[in-house]
């Protein structure tokens, strides 16, 4: 199983941005799929978790009213869309799979990517 994240970058606060991951080789222990963010010298923070139906995602509190997960089954991608950034949004996030949405926001996932950067700047 590997997971692939692009999207990230270099934006103004208020800004926009779409993070993708690619699940490549998806086994039943990717049946939810889910992101974290992790800023510098803070821990690794659950954002958001679904199975790949995504029909009741979960969203934590920080992420809730801004970021949604979303995804396409036949392509196996994930994404999360973020809205209104500010420049504590600044952190490495990442992909992670997990056999479900539990797990994962539990922050015990089966696998993970190795993150993409995005940085705001006010």
């Known amino acids: 199983v590997q997971l692939v994240e692009s999207g990230g970058g270099s934006v103004q606060a208020g800004a926009s941005l779409r993070l993708s991951c690619v699940v490549s080789?998806?086994?039943?222990?990717?049946?939810?799929i889910g992101w974290f963010r992790q800023a510098p010298g803070k821990e690794r923070e659950f954002l958001a978790t679904a199975t790949w139906s995504f029909v009741k995602p979960v969203y934590s509190d920080s992420a809730k009213g801004r970021f949604t997960i979303s995804g396409d089954n036949g392509r196996n991608t994930v994404f999360l869309q973020m809205t209104k950034l500010g420049p504590g949004d600044t952190a490495s996030y990442y992909c992670?799979?997990?056999?479900?949405?539990?797990?994962?926001?539990?922050?015990?996932?089966?696998?993970w990517g190795r993150g993409t950067q995005v940085t705001v700047s006010s």
């Open positions: 080789g998806r086994t039943f222990n990717t049946a939810a």
């Open positions: 992670a799979a997990g056999t479900t949405p539990s797990r994962i926001r539990n922050g015990t996932p089966n696998h």
